[in-house]
């Protein structure tokens, strides 16, 4: 069965980075886009980070543009969440998911498969 298995989370002060990771198994990675999301407590779900299957397309929430960084490796069927200069506001879980369509999206009813999300705390 598909699996997207988040990592990297933690507590980090204001202005710190993290790295978030997400290895899937059980899909043709390199055919899916990939994105990333969050919810913050008491928050609807929001778009983060997406990229398409070869890397050629990323997208990015306004909030975080200029400071997180989305990529993968198609070799390891992993993705990735490069966070700068975090902010409070940036505190929420983290999830992975996969999109059948290569492009991916900022629309989470398209994404197909979702990881078990990985809680980022920034400290102020």
């Known amino acids: 069965q598909v699996q997207l298995v988040e990592s990297g989370g933690g507590l980090v002060q204001a202005g710190g980075s993290l790295r978030l990771s997400c290895a899937a198994s059980?899909?043709?990675?390199?055919?899916?886009?990939m994105g990333w999301f969050r919810q913050a407590a008491g928050k609807e779900r929001e778009f983060v980070a997406s990229i398409s299957w070869r890397s050629s397309s990323t997208t990015y929430a306004a909030s975080v543009k200029g400071r997180f960084t989305i990529s993968r490796d198609n070799s390891k069927n992993m993705v990735y969440l490069q966070m700068d200069s975090l902010k409070s506001e940036d505190t929420a879980v983290y999830y992975c998911a996969a999109h059948a369509e290569a492009l991916g999206s900022d629309e989470d009813y398209k994404y197909d498969y979702w990881g078990q999300g990985t809680q980022v705390t920034v400290s102020s």
């Open positions: 059980g899909l043709r990675f390199g055919l899916y886009g």
